[in-house]
């Protein structure tokens, strides 16, 4: 079965670092981008950015440049999504997703980390 | 302020038919860039609805249909049913955003 698993919910301070998984089974992982989506209490979805396992490729959105960083390693098919400071407004739910071509949908989604920073 | 526009909320009594529409611009679906849609049940994950415009992933039923046209994308729910109640957000590449994904507000389905 293809899946991809996150690791569990979060609660950290403003100022904190933190770094959240998602580990991919059942295909090559080093073969399909994976992005990363926030949703924040109560709003939509929004794209903050994507990475090819195979070579650390990465884009990020503009909105989310520089405020997060992702990366992966391939031997245990798994990527991050990681902050060195936290802020309140990090507070959400964040989901990976496969990204599959050729049409470029994200057709496979973790079930979601949910980040509470709260002082 | 998403790229992608769509109306907040829509509704339709049980067996009824509902739209939902997606408006972008010259740089994302006007542009000919593919719309995709997913399905967000409460509670959960979204979940791939429509590819590629008007393509269905395997498993979705065929009362969900998707098109597309000019600067605007739609997703039509036929045969209305308790469990489309959901959150519905489309998505496309805009070119104007360094080539960046981008989503639609969402619309919630609310079945009547």
């Known amino acids: 079965e293809v899946q991809l698993v996150q690791s569990g919910a979060e609660v950290k301070k403003p100022g904190e670092s933190l770094k959240i998984s998602c580990k991919g089974s059942?295909?090559?992982?080093?073969?399909?981008?994976i992005g990363w989506v926030r949703q924040m209490p109560g709003k939509g979805l929004e794209w903050m950015g994507i990475?090819?396992?195979?070579?650390?490729?990465?884009r990020y959105s503009p909105s989310f440049q520089g405020q997060v960083t992702i990366s992966a390693d391939k031997s245990i098919s798994t990527a991050y999504l990681q902050w060195s400071s936290l802020k309140a407004s990090d507070t959400a739910m964040y989901y990976c997703?496969?990204?599959?071509?050729?049409?470029?949908?994200?057709?496979?989604w973790g079930q979601g980390t949910m980040v509470t920073v709260s002082s | 302020q998403s790229v992608l526009t769509q109306p907040p909320s829509v509704s339709g009594a049980p067996g009824q038919r509902v739209t939902i529409s997606c408006t972008g611009s010259?740089?994302?679906?006007?542009?000919?860039?593919?719309v995709h849609w997913y399905q967000q049940r409460p509670g959960t994950a979204p979940k791939l609805l429509i590819y590629?415009?008007?393509n269905r992933p395997s498993g979705v039923p065929d009362r969900f249909s998707g098109s597309k046209s000019g600067t605007s994308a739609s997703l039509a729910l036929t045969g209305l049913q308790a469990e489309d109640e959901a959150d519905y957000y489309c998505?496309?590449?805009?070119?104007?955003?360094?080539?960046?994904?981008?989503f639609g507000g969402g619309t919630k389905v609310t079945v009547l």
């Open positions: 590629g415009n008007s």
């Open positions: 059942g295909y090559s992982f080093t073969s399909y981008w």
């Open positions: 990475i090819y396992p195979g070579d650390s490729d990465t």
């Open positions: 997703a496969r990204l599959v071509p050729p049409r470029n949908a994200f057709d496979i």
């Open positions: 010259s740089s994302n679906i006007g542009a000919g860039y593919e």
């Open positions: 998505q496309s590449y805009d070119s104007s955003l360094s080539y960046s994904k981008v």
